[in-house]
């Protein structure tokens, strides 16, 4: 007997109790959320933020966006990352999660640090892995930041993708009385469309 491959189903709708209780008032344990940082931790605070926007431009209200990103030294807290050339911060993890239903306007918003370079030759950057109805499978992009000029230019990831659509992944630095804000909308369709990659 031969076993067939499950069809594809589109991706949610989210329970977000489930993905992310205690945005959803709920008291339950979960892995990560919004806020990955701490007063022990090293590195420029900082607030990403932005909406998701479907075909139509109209904001998402059930989108889920996970971040994964270095620390402000360049290191990731994970077993393959062993370099002991740049300082890991135990109390980093630098993986965060934020749903787009339980904020006004549908936004999300991660409280992090400006991540470190990893590599030389290499821009600072976020990995945004997005999940939301209507997809068969997850995407992914990344968030470059606005005030990188140089690095940006010489990051060989950043660089491949054509000039005219770089603007989709910067992220745009604004001061705020809250602090440091970088403003990271994510199109899914049109002529703003995010760049993601296949990975």
């Given at each position: 007997?031969r076993i067939k491959q499950t069809p594809s189903q589109t991706i949610g709708p989210f329970f977000h109790y489930g993905l992310n209780p205690l945005e959803a008032n709920y008291p339950h344990?979960?892995?990560?959320?919004?806020?990955?940082?701490?007063?022990?931790?090293?590195?420029?605070?900082?607030?990403?933020?932005?909406?998701?926007?479907?075909?139509?431009?109209?904001?998402?209200?059930?989108?889920?966006?996970?971040?994964?990103?270095?620390?402000?030294?360049?290191?990731?807290?994970?077993?393959?990352?062993?370099?002991?050339?740049?300082?890991?911060?135990?109390?980093?993890?630098?993986?965060?999660?934020?749903?787009?239903?339980?904020?006004?306007?549908?936004?999300?918003?991660?409280?992090?640090?400006?991540?470190?370079?990893?590599?030389?030759?290499?821009?600072?950057?976020?990995?945004?892995?997005?999940?939301?109805?209507?997809?068969?499978?997850?995407?992914?992009?990344?968030?470059?930041?606005?005030?990188?000029?140089?690095?940006?230019?010489?990051?060989?990831?950043?660089?491949?993708?054509?000039?005219?659509r770089q603007s989709t992944i910067l992220a745009k630095r604004r001061d705020s009385r809250e602090g440091v804000e970088y403003?990271?909308?994510?199109?899914?369709?049109?002529?703003?469309?995010?760049?993601?990659?296949?990975?």
């Open positions: 007997m344990t979960q892995i990560t959320g919004s806020c990955l940082v701490s007063p022990k931790i090293e590195g420029e605070r900082i607030r990403l933020t932005g909406r998701v926007f479907d075909g139509k431009g109209v904001a998402v209200e059930d989108a889920l966006v996970e971040i994964w990103q270095a620390n402000a030294a360049g290191r990731y807290r994970h077993p393959g990352d062993t370099r002991v050339d740049r300082a890991l911060d135990y109390d980093f993890s630098g993986f965060g999660r934020c749903g787009t239903g339980m904020h006004e306007g549908c936004h999300f918003s991660l409280y992090t640090i400006k991540p470190g370079s990893g590599q030389v030759g290499h821009a600072p950057f976020i990995s945004v892995t997005l999940f939301m109805r209507g997809l068969l499978n997850h995407v992914y992009t990344r968030v470059y930041f606005d005030d990188e000029v140089a690095a940006n230019a010489a990051d060989p990831v950043f660089s491949s993708v054509d000039e005219k403003v990271f909308d994510i199109h899914m369709q049109g002529d703003q469309e995010t760049v993601f990659f296949d990975l």
